[in-house]
């Protein structure tokens, strides 16, 4: 078994040799063009491949495609860019769960076109008959057209497309959340950061205003200078109390 699989990649190496020996200049520079012209969120479109390859079949063409467009063999200027957009695609199609995400969208995308077809047939008896006499092979035979696959690839751009916006809308709200968010948080932290400064200033000042206090109710008993008192009341009398008036002495 080993000596098998040994031998079919020997193969493999050689048809893939006697391909790009044959290969010209101007077919290289095609195909970086073809490259950087695709779908950027469609991997399936850069790597030339259906919706139903396998991973076999991804891991075969990026070889064959990224030895083609390869920069030390390629020429043209955009070679480099063209082997990097490669490379990505077969990184995504080899991740499950960006396969599976891009396959999802192709199934809601074949979904919508068959019911489209549905709504067209209903108008077309003739299709709607040979439909239903042949048991859906007719409807098979459609989807393995190549009009059909070229209105799934334009669906799937589509549907592919609308997830993007939404996701970059979601993501753009979710900036604007973290954003408002931190805004609150410094505004918080400045909040905190004052008051913690006036309560430090206020008992730096503690001592400064007890000593200011202690002054002002010493100062209090005493008369301040220049100050009137009112006269005392002499008491001598038991029985009478009067206010002793200045007498002028002259």
């Known amino acids: 078994m080993g000596d098998i699989n040994q031998a079919a990649t020997v193969n493999d ?11 010209s200049e101007v077919e290289r520079d095609n195909e970086v063009l073809r490259i950087l012209s695709c779908f950027k969120l469609n991997p399936f479109e850069y790597l030339n491949l259906s919706f139903d390859s396998s991973i076999d079949d991804v891991k075969k063409q990026y070889r064959k495609l990224s030895l083609m467009v390869h920069p030390d063999k390629c020429k043209h200027p955009q070679a480099k860019e063209a082997f990097g957009a490669l490379a990505k695609a077969q990184q995504l ?15 809601s995308a074949k979904e919508e076109l068959r019911a489209k077809r549905k709504k067209q047939l209903k108008k077309d008896t003739a299709s709607k008959i040979k439909s239903l006499v042949e048991e859906g092979k007719y409807d098979k035979q459609y989807e393995q057209s190549e009009e059909f696959q070229q209105e799934l690839k334009v669906k799937v751009r589509e549907l592919l497309t609308e997830q993007e916006w939404r996701r970059r809308k979601m993501q753009m709200r979710i900036s604007e959340e ?3 968010l931190k805004k609150d948080e410094e505004e918080q932290k400045e909040m905190w950061k004052r008051k913690r400064e006036h309560e430090e200033e206020w008992e730096g000042t503690r001592e400064k205003r007890v000593s200011s206090w202690r002054d002002f109710m ?14 005392k009341l002499k008491t001598e009398d038991p029985n009478k109390s009067y206010v002793q008036r200045p007498v002028k002495r002259g």
């Open 218 to 231: 010493k100062g209090g008993k005493k008369n301040k200078k220049g100050e009137i008192r009112p006269p």
């Open 93 to 107: 199609l080899l991740d499950q769960n960006e396969r599976d995400y891009l396959l999802s969208q192709v199934n």
């Open 178 to 180: 973290e954003g408002r």
């Open 13 to 23: 190496d050689l048809l893939l040799k006697n391909f790009f020996a044959e290969v």
